[in-house]
């Protein structure tokens, strides 16, 4: 594992933007660092203007970083054929309403190089993915937002690529349709796809994310294994299985084993990614 190239990683991050009107530049990532391991899915949240969607495009090669680095698979961001492992779901994608699933999917197949009978497979393998095989034939137009959400993925993974990048992939979706995405999203993960996403919506982060990354102000102010992350490091807990009243009432006083009960967990208790978000926001007002 250690000798694994990371699937991501950014170096010392830095963007700035011009801003003619305040006369100075505007400093979106100011110093941020991260790495996403191959196989990992990991979280970057942040609240709007925090940074995350720059160092997004930033690893996609679509801004040119002020400072720092971005890596995909070992190959400098900033090259071309760093982007053929990657596929993208951006937070509002634009689709050609009047085709159909199947017509939108072939589209940007071709896009990507594909053609024949490797292209017609690769569509009905991600109609299935997405369930959206009874929809084939049916105009974007006449589909849900969570269907358009699902065809974004279809379209981002098409040409079966090693990271997808997802930016705010159940926004608007009803709950129905965010949690198919969350589901979707984790058998990625098991068929060994690395993804990067950011949400704004924490729950579903904490359900997902094996490690994650919180920015704020353009700062990577924590980041790491989430269980890590949300453990409470100044208590301890532990479980235990059928435990009588005696057992109780001695646990209260001494901390020696006592009678047939089995310790079934002992460790941190865990606190939330969304308190967490929120103490760190109040600690930067």
């Avoid at 981002?156 to 979707?184: K, W």
């Amino acid at each position: 594992m250690t000798n694994q190239v990371p699937a991501v990683e950014v170096v010392n991050l830095v963007k700035k933007f011009k801003n003619i009107a305040k006369k100075q530049d505007f400093l979106a990532v100011d110093q941020v660092s991260l790495k996403i391991m191959p196989g990992e899915v990991y979280g970057l949240i942040g609240p709007n203007g925090s940074g995350k969607s720059t160092t997004m495009k930033a690893v996609l090669g679509l801004v040119e970083p002020t400072a720092g680095d971005c890596y995909v698979f070992g190959r400098n961001s900033l090259k071309v054929d760093s982007r053929k492992d990657i596929g993208f779901l951006p937070e509002n994608p634009y689709f050609y309403k009047h085709l159909t699933g199947e017509e939108t999917l072939k589209f940007y197949g071709k896009l990507c190089g594909m053609k024949g009978k490797v292209l017609n497979e690769a569509i009905d393998k991600m109609l299935d993915l997405v369930s959206l095989q009874h929809a084939r034939t049916r105009r974007l137009g006449g589909y849900s937002k969570g269907m358009l959400q699902r065809i974004g993925i279809a379209q981002a993974l098409i040409h079966e690529p090693r990271l997808v990048i997802l930016d705010e992939p159940t926004a608007g979706v009803d709950p129905v349709g965010s949690r198919e995405i969350r589901d979707m999203v984790m058998r990625l993960r098991d068929e060994g796809i690395t993804i990067f996403l950011c949400s704004h919506l924490l729950e579903q982060v904490q359900e997902i994310c094996d490690r994650v990354g919180i920015i704020f102000k353009g700062k990577m102010e924590r980041q790491g294994p989430l269980e890590e992350l949300i453990a409470i490091e100044d208590q301890t807990q532990v479980i235990l299985k059928d435990a009588s009243p005696a057992m109780l009432e001695e646990i209260r006083s001494v901390t020696k084993k006592y009678g047939e009960e089995k310790l079934i967990k002992m460790g941190k208790p865990t606190t939330t990614l969304e308190r967490m978000f929120i103490d760190i926001a109040r600690e930067k007002e």
